[in-house]
């Protein structure tokens, strides 16, 4: 997997874009990217005990000739398998198992590849949140602040309101500023897909929270990459 990266002239792309959506309304944008919002390390474990517990289902299908032809192989023709010498050799197969696979996804862009996309979804979300309450909640006087949330890794992006947007503006709404960004990241052009993006949602606010004489920036414009 290659990850895109934003280069100078996608911050001043984006920078001017939301300078210019915060024009026409009393509301703030912060934008922020990162690489990735999670490690999923935690995947990368599920598979190894999931590889690890279909090692017996695997030998109970076998028919039994291949089962039979295994054990002369390695026990000779006369030779009885014992208990013992075969929950050494089931628990045997299951460290190795265990082993090939946990270290396998150790290599980030295999244990990306396999995360399931809703998983994916879910970290992303709770990341974007997690930025949010640090950078953007609460910190404007008319608790209008709104995060545009971009990970790259993922190909996955969040838009997180303040609680005086919360009422006037259903998730929803978003939809085509998200349709938008996703659309230009899995083109390679992150940065045109996050000024897209910004315009949308400075569409959306204009209309909710129009500009006004106390307008004044309090949070800033820049884009801001993790």
Known sequence: MVTVRLSQADHLLVTAAVTEAERSTDAEIV??????????????LHYAVL??????????????????????????????????ALMAFLFTA?????????????????????????????????????????CAERRTAG?????????LSEHRAEIVADEA??????????GEAMEDLVHEVKAGRPGAGMAKAVERIGDVLAQHFPNSRANRNELPDRLIEL
């Open 31 to 44: 934008t922020l990217v990162a690489e990735k919002s999670d490690s999923y390390h935690d995947v990368g």
């Open 51 to 84: 590889g690890m517990l279909l090692v017996p289902a695997a030998l109970a299908a076998l028919p039994q000739w291949i089962v039979d032809e295994a054990m002369s192989f390695f026990l000779g023709w006369n030779e009885v398998l014992t208990r013992g």
């Open 94 to 134: 299951l460290a190795v198992v265990f082993l090939i696979v946990r270290y396998s996804l150790t290599y980030p862009p295999l244990r990306m590849a396999l995360t399931p996309g809703s998983t994916k979804t879910r970290r992303v979300r709770r990341r974007a949140i997690e930025l949010f309450r640090v």
């Open 143 to 151: 608790r209008t602040g709104v995060l545009l949330y971009l990970s």
């Open 165 to 174: 947007i919360l009422p006037k503006v259903p998730p929803e709404v978003w």
